[in-house]
C-alpha cells in the first residue's frame, strides 16, 4: 500500500511540473533590432506581436522601419492585419486573375487573391514589384474595411487619390502619418504603414447606409484594447484600471511583446495600452503615460 502512494505522488509530482513550466511567460523586448526612439516604434512591436510583420529576418532582427515595402508584401500585410489570413490560405494554390499574373511571387498568391477576392485591389494588373505609395496605401486601408469604400466620393465630386486621401484623414484611417500631395506619390516607410494600420484597425465597418456598427473592429476597445492604469501583475495576470471601463484582470498569452520595457515591473501604477490577441489573451504592452 505504502509503494501504491508513493507511486501515486511520484505520478502527480511529475504531471504538476511541466503544468508550471508551460505557464511561463516570455516578454519580449525589443521586438526588432533597430526601432529604438523610432516613432513607429510601438506600432512596428504591435504589429510583430499580431503576426502581422516578422521584420526582414525575424523577430528580434531589423524591421527597416524606414524602407519602403512592395505591393505584393503590403496586401501580405493588409491581409494579416484585418484577420484574414484563412481566407488567403484557401486561395494559395489559385493564380491570379490579373494580367500579369506570371510576375507576382507564388509566395503571395494567397494574399493576392485574397485581396483581390474582398476588392482591396482591383486593378487589370497587379505591377507586384512596385513600391507601395503614401496614396495607394491610403486607399487599401480604407477599401480594407467593409462598407467605407461607397461612402467615398467619386467623379465628379472628387477623383483619386485626394477622394480616398480626404475620406481617410476625416475617419482617422491615416492615424498620426500626414498624407498630401507633398507624399503621396511617394513610397510609404514600414513605420508609417505600421502606424496607419493600427488606426485602420480600430475603425468599425458601415452598413449599406453608412451607418458606424456597434461592433466589427478588428481591434475594438474595452474586447481587445485596454488603456488604464497597471494596478498590479502576477505571473501569468495583469491587472489594469481601464480608463472607460473600469478594473480588468488580463491573462497574459505565452508570449507579450513589450513596446517600452523589458517587464512589467517599470510599468506599475503607470497607463499603459495592452493589446489582447483573438483568445483574449495580452499579447503586446505599452507605455502610454506616466
Not at 486593378?123 to 512596385?130: D, E, Y
Not at 465597418?205 to 456598427?213: I, M, Y
Not at 498590479?232 to 491587472?239: I, L, R
Not at 520595457?261 to 504592452?285: E, M, Q, Y
Request: net charge negative; aromatic share 8%.
Amino acid at each position: 500500500m505504502k509503494r501504491t502512494v508513493l507511486a501515486l505522488v511520484l505520478i502527480i509530482g511529475l504531471l504538476v511540473i511541466p503544468s508550471a513550466t508551460a505557464l511561463a511567460v516570455t516578454f519580449v523586448y525589443p521586438a526588432f533590432s533597430d526601432i529604438a526612439n523610432h516613432p513607429a516604434r510601438a506600432e512596428l512591436t504591435l504589429m510583430a506581436s499580431l503576426g502581422v510583420y516578422l521584420g526582414t529576418s525575424g523577430i528580434t532582427g531589423p524591421a527597416t522601419p524606414n524602407d519602403p515595402l512592395t505591393r505584393a508584401e503590403a496586401v501580405t500585410w493588409i491581409i494579416r492585419a484585418t484577420g484574414r489570413a484563412q481566407v488567403a490560405q484557401n486561395l494559395v494554390g489559385t493564380q491570379p486573375l490579373f494580367f500579369d499574373w506570371a510576375s507576382i511571387p507564388v509566395w503571395s498568391w494567397g494574399f493576392v487573391n485574397a485581396a483581390a477576392l474582398l476588392g482591396i485591389v482591383n486593378s487589370p494588373s497587379f505591377s507586384p514589384s512596385s513600391l507601395l505609395t503614401y496614396a495607394e496605401a491610403v486607399t487599401i486601408l480604407v477599401r480594407a474595411v467593409p462598407g467605407h469604400r461607397a461612402q467615398v466620393p467619386g467623379p465628379p465630386i472628387s477623383s483619386w487619390p485626394q477622394n480616398y486621401i480626404q475620406y481617410a484623414t476625416a475617419k482617422g484611417f491615416n492615424g498620426p502619418v500626414t498624407v498630401g500631395t507633398s507624399n503621396q506619390n511617394l513610397p510609404i516607410t514600414r513605420g508609417d504603414l505600421a502606424r496607419m494600420t493600427f488606426a485602420m484597425q480600430q475603425i468599425g465597418p458601415l452598413t449599406e447606409a453608412g451607418r458606424e456598427t456597434c461592433c466589427g473592429a478588428v481591434l475594438p476597445h474595452d474586447e481587445t484594447i485596454f488603456e488604464g492604469v497597471l494596478t498590479a501583475f502576477s505571473p501569468t495576470t495583469m491587472d489594469v484600471d481601464d480608463i472607460c471601463m473600469g478594473y480588468h484582470t488580463l491573462t497574459l498569452a505565452n508570449t507579450v511583446f513589450m513596446a517600452d520595457t523589458a517587464t512589467l515591473t517599470p510599468l506599475v501604477n503607470g497607463i499603459v495600452r495592452v493589446v489582447c490577441d483573438t483568445s483574449g489573451n495580452v499579447v503586446f504592452v505599452q507605455k502610454i503615460g506616466p
